[in-house]
């Protein structure tokens, strides 16, 4: 991303934490096929930007996804061990904050963009014997892209305007999962 003032220059981030929740369901006439819905969060610490700054982006998904039911057993009949892949629109809420920014008050915008989540993983079934549905754990990589508009505010009559460049984010996610 790009700050814009009197001088232009250009950020970098750290990696941060992302935390999230999914929902969805498989059907059951073609079980390799599901849809999902996703809800997550994460707030990447910015290294360089000469303000305190807080990004926080907000992706609501919609996804398209397809596994393999792999170790089928009269317990797991979709599969113990599941590959899958998922792809779809999320929309993607950011905010921004500028803090110590010497005016009256702080920065702050808003905006609703539309991009880009894909992913894939790995679902291991667990502790389905006694349980009306199954407990998972999973890992996934998940891919974001989104073009945020500009973020503008004005205060004490000076427009403040930062440009952000198209974001990408890669995320490794561990979880736990309940299917029923």
Do not use: C
Request: hydrophobic residues 40%; glycine residues 12%.
């Amino acid at each position: 991303g790009r700050f814009l003032s009197e001088e232009e220059g250009t950020v970098e981030f750290k990696p941060g934490v992302s935390v999230g929740v999914r929902g969805g369901h498989w059907l059951e006439s073609v079980p390799w096929i599901g849809f999902g819905f996703d809800l997550s969060y994460f707030d990447p610490e910015i290294k360089n930007f000469g303000l305190p700054a807080e990004l926080e982006i907000f992706p609501i998904s919609g996804l398209l996804m397809l596994r393999v039911p792999l170790l089928k057993s009269a317990i797991y009949p979709q599969g113990r061990l599941q590959p899958y892949v998922g792809a779809g629109p999320s929309a993607f809420v950011t905010r921004l904050k500028l803090k110590e920014t010497g005016l009256s008050r702080n920065f702050s915008d808003t905006m609703i963009n539309l991009g880009l989540d894909a992913r894939g993983g790995i679902n291991f079934l667990f502790a389905g014997e006694n349980l009306p549905g199954a407990l998972s754990l999973f890992l996934e990589y998940r891919f974001t892209r989104f073009n945020p508009l500009d973020l503008k505010d004005k205060i004490d009559g000076v427009s403040i305007k930062v440009e952000l460049d198209p974001l990408d984010t890669h995320h490794f996610v561990v979880g736990v999962g309940y299917h029923f």
